[in-house]
């Protein structure tokens, strides 16, 4: 149980261009879901909490108006970077929570989308 | 903010052998752990988690540690296998919080 799914697993897109990243939560109802982008060979950096129903909380140093959060569903959250630069080219990574397995606040996490802006 | 690492630490471990990663945290406040696992190009995998009413915990050939007092965290592998290969993050979190802070993550390598 506890599966999130992420589309598409890669992509590559031209500067200026926007693109969309939809997380699911397939066998449970997400109330949140969370955007992460990772760096190689770092951490895990979160860029937003999104309740659904609710407009997403961004990170400080998170542009809003860049990186458009949708959850419109409980099972359903997407992240649209609009007008991708080259510095943009990242792992994004959502994870989910509210599942019935693990503890408080575990979160699952899904696959992760490779965006490569050119 | 988040943690961010400009490298990550590495533990080469001889394939059989008992992997033991640390983790050090930084609130004091912060009442729930989790390990997570990640593979190359995946996204990070539950492993075990612990509140802080607890001192170890056990699962399927890992053990977490939690010492409140250096705020210190570690996760000890047995019989290290070369699926373990992958790089482990501690996470932390207030109970009732949404937000995970990530630790930097160690790098564990198998050598056959």
């Known amino acids: 149980g506890a599966v999130v799914s992420q589309h598409p697993s890669w992509v590559i897109c031209k500067s200026g261009t926007s693109v969309k990243i939809e997380c699911r939560s397939l066998?449970?109802?997400?109330?949140?879901m969370f955007w992460y982008r990772q760096f190689p060979k770092q951490s895990l950096m979160l860029m937003a909490t999104?309740?659904?129903?609710?407009?997403?909380?961004?990170e400080q140093g998170v542009e809003k108006d860049k990186f458009l959060i949708n959850h419109a569903s409980l099972t359903l959250s997407t992240l649209t970077v609009t007008s991708a630069h080259p510095e943009d080219s990242s792992f994004y990574i959502c994870s989910a929570s509210g599942g019935t397995s693990g503890g408080l606040n575990t979160q699952y996490f899904g696959p992760g989308t490779r965006l490569t802006v050119l | 903010g988040e943690s961010v690492g400009l490298h990550l630490p590495t533990l080469s471990v001889q394939e059989g052998d008992n992997s033991i990663i640390n983790c050090a945290y930084s609130n004091s406040a912060s009442d729930y752990f989790i390990w997570y696992k990640q593979e190359s190009g995946k996204g990070p995998q539950f492993i075990i988690d612990?509140?802080?009413?607890?001192d170890k915990r056990q699962g399927q050939r890992v053990t977490v540690l939690l010492n409140k007092t250096v705020k210190h965290l570690s996760l000890q592998i047995a019989a290290t296998q070369p699926g373990d290969s992958a790089v482990y993050f501690c996470a932390e979190t207030l109970q009732g919080a949404q937000k995970l802070v990530f630790g930097q993550g160690t790098r564990l390598t198998i050598n056959p």
């Open positions: 066998d449970f109802q997400a109330t949140t």
């Open positions: 612990i509140r802080s009413n607890m």
């Open positions: 999104s309740n659904e129903g609710s407009k997403a909380t961004y």
